[in-house]
């Protein structure tokens, strides 16, 4: 067979394999719907939507499909039952005041290995202290899965992995503490090795279903990786044995005396440290010095082993994520589509033949799911809705209403500046309109940005002058006055407005330097905190960059994607903690740090065996396992991935040579694969955000408010004047000339929040939106939507 | 405005730009032909296919439509006349006998670095000499340019930049020289500036086109790369300014001693490192050992300048290098289908009301263009072009004969063994047929797979033991064994066939460990060559790669995007050669290796400043810009990153502190941009290359081939019993598997090359196929092609 047909084929399989995956998945989830449905015993009855269209739709009804179209919002997936109990139960629990106990109990958990020992210096407690707040987190994990099993099916439940990883973990953990007490009250040393497990309780929750898609997501990877891997590792192996065969005889040595490539175990573990290029050059000079062509050997290992290999994982693991997480938003989406389908059988109407929503339902459905939402903004959503002005919708346009809602639209109350309303003669008068037009002018804003940068430099010269701490009040005075003119031209409430980050920003630097410079100079004597608060001045330079257009929107890209990266956050912190708590466990104690060394020992770290080593002279002792906070830095430090061999070789010298496995399985996981996935989805997400257009949601609805303009005002709110205006800009400079452009009145104004993206899903929904808008929408309707209402229609 | 508008503006513009950049490329081009054709004063005239009719076209035709053909194939887009003499010319300058000498040229050019002061220790010429040679390369590069002006029109040819380059070059390159004569003579010191400009030869004539290429993408990227880059140095200032603050008045020292952000100049460099990695985690340390919350202020620091904007850097500069590309690819396939229908107008003949061109026309044609292929090569391209064997082709399907000749296709002659002639009843005996049949079973390779394998065990544990040296005996004879039954059951001419690299490297491999056993055991001493070669056979263990399928797959994506690499090595050897001179003309001599440093002097390095620091400690002293093959190596030490500020620390202590610009520069252009491009390469080719279907023209082709079977054979070449194989497989045994299904006797058969893409352009152009498609292609037509024929048809 020809390679390259070996090549299609191995395609097609790959195709087929997952392909079958998504079916399987569906397929699951459509059985699963179905069994629930058969296996409700309470008295009720099943509906098709032919069945109640002459009933007009009770609350329960209203309740079911709320459910729904929260589901469909937020992107959950849970199978819950829909007796009047079930769906009231389900409601609490998706409910903040259940949800957030949930996250205070997880982060408790976790937080537990401060407090355990080994624990932060001071802060140690009493074992069976740490042990009943860890009784209780687990009896309120389990108390969260009674809940949810208190409105999903028996047998749906049970074949939840995430519940049965749940479940298992609070058994094992609890078996653990026995163990352990049992063990400690009888005096016998033991280790709560359960520990490592606590991250469980942090993936496996409904809560945390991003963090959830992304370990899947890093699961399936993984497999695709894998024969590059080997082929990788086998490189490595065949390159070690070269540098064997080639310099073990020569009877070199390294810069430091030891001995150079002596045996295969130690060749294999410098080479791998060279693809992380850390003992680049050192790992060859004695070579190099001996015999400049050696040098070719360490170009042609780098070359194929750190870039091309590194290059490679890069590809794969980019090409593997995004055709994963494509799968997994068009499970998501599929899943969304039908939860709205459920909801709108449960409240459609039959006219002309056709299932429609009317107006009324539509807004009471509304009212329910989002009762934070306005008047207003919902009429403005059933405007963008009902195009056609019908005064009802079909489905199709009702299994937008998910998408709508997740659109962030900040409603602002235009209103006059207040002093215009006190002295309108003297805010009106010709003097004031001059000021107010300088402050509009944009030389108002150059002006300052180099007042900040003139004060950047002052700052960066050294302080201790007295003409410069005289200059800091001239700079002090200067932005206060510069606040006080903005604060006259602009209406304060739409000026100290959430989205206005700069300007709160701005004040709140210039308030704290005036504070910092008034107690230096009435006192005389600062504290750390204020020291450093008065430092961040500095970042007033930032604003600078907002006067440049094209920086502004590279600067406005990393925003955007800036939140999405949280569930990065949270999943290196997953890792972090379980190889935190395995390295406290394995290399505790080994090498300790002393403020002020005094004894010789104190000096090699508390460790004799670490004599001479780099890891003293480099004077590593704090990177140490000692307690997690410590253990966190040095695994930030490991991950950063420089010199990560002289930090391991403190702990193998110290503990055992089997300890590099701990440090090079930390490179493999965290540095090959996570970090490349995170530069995966940086390079999606920031393609994304910097070349195509606006999701069709919210260019739609931004067409809408602006098609719209009065419009809404006069017909449906006639008592508000009402404006709509999306270009409300962020900067408080444009914002104000919009403003002033506009005629003077108290008025709504709706704009589209700046962070588009409240949710990783939306982000992820719009990267593969073209793609996803081939999808034929009748799959949805082929997996049948049953439900019941228990007698109350 | 809001920002999503900007954001939205700036592509506008961007995509606004671009488009009519490409438009005015195309205007130009156009009007280039449109000045030539005008400007042309040779008696002649001016055809229009419909002028001709009616004649048959002659030899002069068919060169100047070869011509045509040609620079579509090769993606030429030389501006040539078409006089008689002219197109001479032209042939003559494409010609192997005129380029070769010019790469020579070339070559020997960039060469003079290496015997040139200051030349490697041994090599050094005099002045006199290598100037007489680099005069003999400038005198060889101004005849190429004349003979390139020749055949073009004058204007044209003074309106190309690289022409202008090239003149510009040569008149600085010789002022230069005369200037250093006078001074040298005159007693003065002078350095060679102008050597910096030798890389501006490689790049501008027009042999380098894809070199040329890459340039031009790097400068375009770079602009979109800017205001990124800006923003990010923005930071970096930002931070310096804050660690200035915080951790400037601590009075902390380094581990060695020196003071720890004492100014703003090494705060920014000490960041400017850190971003690299190169130096975390030491420069954290002293902050962090003092109180660890500093530590916070690095990871932040780490996490938005290394990860964030790096991965930022990554995307820009994969986004702006995948849409140039486009848009050059875009270019050269318009040129290439306008030269086709160029060489279309010239030969076709009317049919119908229809231009077409007759099956003698095109094999005439293409005997002149490829003059090394084979009838019956010719004939399969005809099949493939001329599907509905109607005896001509119309203008599209003619397009894609510069593709068919791209695509190369093997011709093998099906021999019998020489054996089975020689002695056909022992060769068909059941002995002979049960070898033959224990080779091909799969058994036989696993076998010989774990025979490395062991082997490998063996090289890898200590050599010194006799049994292991009696082991060695053992392999080779097994080896022997297998290359002797392999040629025993495979045709011998098929087995070291060109292709089959697998045969070839483990004869080589078998037959050198031959040798070398012998040698040692007759002379019982070694040469280092023969050691090495020896040692080589370790290689071996990549055979087994081979055996696993999913191995295999990767292995051959490699190999397949292996060689268009080449330019991007082309492209960084550019970039090395002109840092090295200019690192050479600034740092020479600074630094000192001594192979064994007697005196305290020779021990720093040869230079006193140097005394206690890292770079000595290090033993870096080989780490010099003494010559260029030093300068070479340390500056592939640079591109690897780590403890490159090291290695500029030596040449900052001895020369001054500016010296870090140079590293730094160095850094920015090669490690940030190049390397990022070389990522974005790899990253694009192999996930091409993984995940997306063959070319459609060798698909095109592998269907016809396989279609046609024996078809050809009976059919046009009744002599020759033919046959089409399409699944010649590049192992040797599944190889010989095919072959024994097969009939026996004497046959062609045909595969597709397993080095698919001869030409970086070729890959590039299957990158955007997908988009190319869908370009009208009547924009071609658009442009007329005219073209004289003096007088002779």
Redesign the interface.
């Known amino acids: ?8 084929e ?2 097609v399989k790959e195709g087929e394999e997952e392909e079958e995956e998504e079916k399987r998945k569906r397929r699951k989830n459509e059985e699963d719907w179905q069994q629930e449905v058969r296996s409700e015993h309470t008295p009720g009855k099943i509906l098709t939507t032919l069945d109640r269209t002459t009933t007009k739709p009770g609350d329960q009804a209203f309740q079911l499909a709320a459910a729904y179209v929260s589901d469909a919002q937020y992107a959950r997936n849970i199978p819950f039952q829909t007796g009047e109990n079930a769906i009231w139960c389900y409601h609490f629990y998706t409910k903040w005041v259940t949800k957030f106990p949930m996250y205070l109990f997880l982060i408790l958990d976790l937080a537990l290995a401060l407090v355990e020992s080994p624990a932060i210096p001071g802060l140690e407690w009493p074992f069976w202290a740490s042990m009943l707040v860890e009784l209780l987190c687990l009896v309120a994990f389990t108390g969260r899965l009674v809940h949810l099993g208190m409105f999903t099916e028996r047998r749906v439940f049970w074949r939840d992995g995430k519940n049965i990883c749940v479940v298992v973990a609070v058994i094992v953990t609890a078996i653990d503490m026995v163990v352990y007490l049992v063990l400690t009250v009888e005096g016998h040393w033991d280790i709560r090795w359960s520990r490592v497990l606590r991250p469980i309780f942090a993936i496996n929750f409904s809560e945390s279903r991003q963090l959830r898609r992304a370990f899947c997501n890093i699961r399936r990877t993984l497999l695709g990786i894998l ?2 891997f ?2 990788f590792l ?1 490189s490595i ?2 390159f070690s ?2 540098a ?3 310099f073990g005889n020569q009877h070199l040595t390294t ?1 430091q005396g030891s001995p150079y490539f002596d045996n ?1 175990l130690n060749a294999l573990f410098d080479l791998y440290v060279l693809v992380t ?6 790992i ?3 070579a ?2 001996k015999n ?1 062509w050696y ?1 070719l050997f360490f ?1 042609v290992y ?1 070359v194929v082993n ?3 290999f590194m ?2 994982f ?3 693991v ?2 593997g994520y995004r055709k994963h997480l494509k799968n997994e938003v068009r499970t998501s989406v599929f899943n969304k589509r039908r939860s709205m389908a459920c909801a709108f059988q449960v409240l459609c109407e039959p006219v002309d033949e056709d299932m429609v929503m009317s107006q009324s339902t539509w807004l009471k459905l509304v009212r329910v799911v989002a009762p934070t939402t306005s008047e207003s903004h919902r009429m403005l959503l059933w405007q963008v809705s009902d195009e056609e002005h019908q005064g009802y919708i079909g489905k199709r346009v009702f299994t937008r209403l998910a998408d709508l809602l997740n659109i962030e639209v900040v409603e602002q109350w235009r209103r006059p500046h207040p002093l215009e309303n006190c002295a309108p003669r003297v805010y009106n008068s010709w003097l004031s309109c001059l000021v107010r037009h300088a402050v509009h002018h944009r030389f108002f804003r150059y002006f300052f940005d180099v007042v900040i940068f003139v004060n ?1 430099i002052f ?2 010269t050294d302080d201790t002058v007295l003409a410069i701490q005289k200059a800091e009040w001239v700079f002090l005075a200067l932005y206060l006055v510069e606040i006080l003119l903005k604060l006259y031209t602009y209406e304060p409430r739409a000026f100290f407005s959430l989205s206005n980050f700069w300007n709160w920003f701005d004040t709140l630097i210039v308030l704290i330097a005036l504070i910092y410079t008034m107690v230096v100079h009435s006192s005389s004597h600062t504290t750390e905190i204020l020291d ?1 608060l008065f ?2 001045r ?2 007033r ?2 604003r ?2 907002d006067t ?11 925003i955007n994607i800036g939140p999405t990266m949280v569930t990065f956050a949270a999943l290196i912190m997953v890792f972090y903690y379980s190889f935190a708590i395995l390295g406290m466990e394995l290399f505790h104690g080994k090498v300790q ?1 002393f ?1 002020t060394p005094s004894t010789p020992e104190q000096q090699m770290c508390g460790n004799p065996l670490l004599v001479g080593s780099e890891f003293v ?7 140490n396992f000692n307690d997690i ?2 253990a966190s ?1 040095l695994l ?2 490991l991950t ?4 990560w061999h002289v ?1 391991a070789s403190g702990f193998v010298i110290t503990t055992d040579i089997a300890a590099r496995l701990y440090f090079i399985v930390f490179h493999m996981i965290v540095v090959i694969l996570i ?1 490349n996935i ?2 995966a989805f ?2 999606e997400a ?2 994304l ?3 195509l ?2 999701g069709k949601m919210e260019s739609a609805i931004e067409r809408k408010i602006q098609e719209l303009g009065l419009g809404i005002t006069t017909q449906e709110l006639e008592n508000k004047q009402e404006m709509l205006i ?5 900067s408080g400079n ?1 914002l104000g000339k919009s403003e002033s452009d506009q005629s003077a009145g108290k008025c709504i104004m709706f ?2 929040s ?1 962070k588009r993206y409240r949710t990783v899903n939306a982000l992820l929904q719009r990267m593969f939106e073209q793609d996803l808008a081939d999808e034929p929408e009748d799959q949805v309707d082929a997996v049948p939507c049953r439900f019941t209402l228990d007698g109350v229609l």
Chains 1, 2 share one sequence.
């Open positions: 067979m020809s390679n390259s047909a070996v090549v299609e191995v395609r024969s590059v080997i082929l086998f192996a065949t044995l070269l064997l065969k080639l810069h295969y290029t850390a003992n680049s050059p050192d060859m000079m004695p190099y010095n400049r040098s170009i780098i750190t870039y091309l290059s490679i890069l590809a794969v980019y090409n950047a700052i960066a450093f430092i961040l500095v970042l330079l930032l600078i960059v440049f257009h094209r920086l502004r929107v590279v600067m406005q890209t990393l740090f403020p002279q480099r004077q590593y002792c704090k990177n906070v410590s830095v930030v430090q950063v991935v420089n010199q930090l970090i995170f530069i940086v390079l920031f393609i955000e910097y070349t257009d606006k999306e270009n409300m800009e962020h444009e704009k589209i700046e």
